[in-house]
Nanobody
């Protein structure tokens, strides 16, 4: 099993910034792609940003230029720096990691418990 511990959520005014962290532990194997998703009330969960083991990144159009994803492989941790936050960024943010396990490098996906981000106008 893999455990994901998220931190950094909270309440911030519009235009402010927050930094989310997600630390992975347990039977990590090889950490592959790491990312962040979010789910607002009444909406489906959506991708925010991902980063591969080779540090290639991908962002939702709505956060490009404002959010930055990064990872520290020595700490098995992924970060999401969120700047210029807007009320529409309000959601529960979930960490997502894909680990490769076993001699055949089979991929397994794990989710964090979620951290609330609330942006007031």
């Amino acid at each position: 099993q893999v455990q994901l511990v998220e931190s950094g959520g909270g309440l911030v005014q519009a235009g402010g910034a927050l930094r989310l962290s997600c630390a992975a532990s347990g039977n990590i194997g090889r950490l592959n792609t790491m990312g962040w998703y979010r789910q607002a009330p009444g909406k489906q969960r959506e991708l925010v940003a991902t980063i591969t083991s080779g540090t290639n990144t991908d962002y939702a159009d709505s956060v490009k230029g404002r959010f930055t994803i990064s990872r520290d492989n020595a700490k098995n941790t992924v970060y999401l720096q969120m700047n210029s936050l807007a009320p529409e960024d309000t959601a529960v943010y979930y960490c997502n990691v894909i680990v490769l396990l076993g001699s055949f490098a089979r991929p397994y996906t794990y989710w964090g418990q979620g951290t609330q981000v609330t942006v007031s106008s």
